[in-house]
């Protein structure tokens, strides 16, 4: 009998050394990421702290790096990598970082339970998948379009519009009341792409041009054989009309075009749904309210379609030491936290969930996602690369400055200027690419 006691406190004492141990375990975390919006960053650590709370034996640390998308972002991940620091979660879609797949870094998620289970689109899969395998969780999804002043519409009996010819009738009767139409934010390479993409998107997809990206990046085709590109920088040039473009146009960027906004000074801010948050927080214990319509394009008087692309998306890397734990949060986070994060953030969710607190706005775009009026991103067979999507940015900057400021930046004075100095730029990319 007292050999048997003595053999279980024994084990007992093995045991409790085991769970100490594992209590003690310390599994860091580094995310990656390019969430500067406070409210998203604010989100992610309150979802941190959840998955916390659920294994309050494992002691889990997070280490949240956040980077500007487009200026530092890319340079401070490779050089992290190349020192050997690995983060466990790099926060963008596949198709931007295919090096980083390439060589192994990316864990592949094809065929994972939990994103199957989420029923998404061949669009949304699409965003986060490079050559057919997926790469990367996908969280919410973003458009774009026209956040309008409501007070001042009212005061000056404006109806939102239904289609083109309204809606420059609207930029005009702005700037006759001494009130600038749009507060632009073309310093920032996404402002000039979104004014693009209900065109090149939309029509690109609508005529079986889904490997329309694929063969520009290859050389295979031309820009100028797309008639799209000509025709969306004449809809844009359109927009910003005869004067109509505030004075600080090319040199402002969001954070400016959002004060201008909410200040007064502009009627209409043609944005991102990511910046929601943004101006919800600006606009917080005041009286000032804003409306949300799709840009019309045409006179049809039909409802506008809805670009959609993936916007938060994480990968996971397939060489850092806890990776295993880092696909267990990021799982964690698109089956517990979807509500959460959407309050947070006032995101669209990609799997469609709300809370009691979710707006009308997010509502209706969830609605009008569902209803499958909407050309996607992902539908493209591949997505331009960063050096593509650079280049693309930097030949619509120039077009923006000239019909902003009437100077020529680049050469470009006119559509066809613009859509050679873009394929100048494409084709010092393929010519890279060839080396």
């Not at 790096?65 to 979660?89: K, R, V």
């Not at 079986?208 to 295979?220: I, N, P, Q, R, V």
């Not at 940015?393 to 100077?407: D, H, N, P, S």
Request: with cysteine; aromatic share 12%; proline share 3%.
């Amino acid at each position: 009998m007292k050999k048997l006691l003595s053999l279980l406190l024994t084990v007992i004492m093995v045991l409790s050394m085991v769970s100490v141990a594992f209590a003690e375990e310390a599994v860091k975390i580094t995310v990656f990421h390019y969430m500067v919006e406070g409210q998203k960053a604010d989100g992610m650590v309150a979802i941190q702290e959840e998955f916390k709370a659920k294994y309050p034996d494992v002691n889990i640390e997070f280490e949240n790096l956040a980077y500007s998308q487009g200026t530092d972002f890319w340079p401070q991940l490779e050089t992290a990598i190349a020192a050997g620091d690995n983060p466990e979660i790099i926060m963008g879609n596949p198709g931007l970082y295919s090096s980083l797949i390439e060589e192994g870094y990316i864990m592949d998620l094809t065929g994972n339970e939990t994103i199957k289970s989420l029923g998404l689109t061949d669009g949304d899969m699409g965003d986060v998948s490079y050559q057919g395998k997926w790469y990367a969780y996908p969280v919410d999804f973003k458009s774009w379009g026209v956040f309008y002043n409501v007070k001042m519409f009212k005061e000056l009996g404006i109806e939102v519009p239904s289609t083109k010819t309204e809606l420059l009738a609207v930029c005009q009767k702005l700037y006759d009341n001494s009130i600038t139409p749009w507060a632009q934010w073309y310093a920032d390479g996404a402002s000039v792409d979104i004014e693009m993409r209900p065109i090149v998107w939309t029509e690109a997809l609508a005529n079986g041009d889904k490997d329309m990206f694929a063969k520009l990046m290859s050389g295979e085709k031309k820009i100028a054989e797309y008639p799209y590109f000509a025709k969306g920088l004449q809809e844009w040039a359109d927009r910003m009309g005869s004067g109509w473009a505030a004075n600080n146009a090319t040199s402002n960027k969001q954070t400016d075009a959002n004060e201008m906004f909410v200040s007064g000074k502009a009627g209409m801010l043609y944005q991102g749904t990511w910046n929601i948050g943004s101006i919800e927080q600006m606009i917080a214990g005041t009286d000032f309210e804003y409306g949300f319509f799709l840009c019309p394009m045409d006179d049809s008087g039909n409802t506008p379609v809805l670009n959609v692309q993936v916007d938060q998306a994480f990968m996971v890397n397939d060489k850092a030491d806890q990776k295993e734990w880092a696909a267990k949060f990021m799982e964690f986070w698109l089956t517990d936290c979807m509500g959460m994060w959407s309050d947070f953030t006032y995101q669209p969710c990609i799997t469609g969930a709300t809370t009691e607190n979710t707006p009308e706005l997010l509502r209706s775009l969830l609605a009008a996602k569902a209803s499958g009026n909407t050309a996607c991103y992902g539908d493209f067979t591949a997505p331009f690369s960063s050096a593509f999507t650079a280049a693309y940015r930097k030949a619509l900057t120039a077009w923006a400055v000239y019909c902003c400021t009437g100077q020529e930046a680049s050469g470009v004075n006119s559509v066809d200027t613009c859509i050679q100095y873009m394929q100048t730029l494409f084709d010092e990319e393929i010519a890279k690419n060839a080396l």
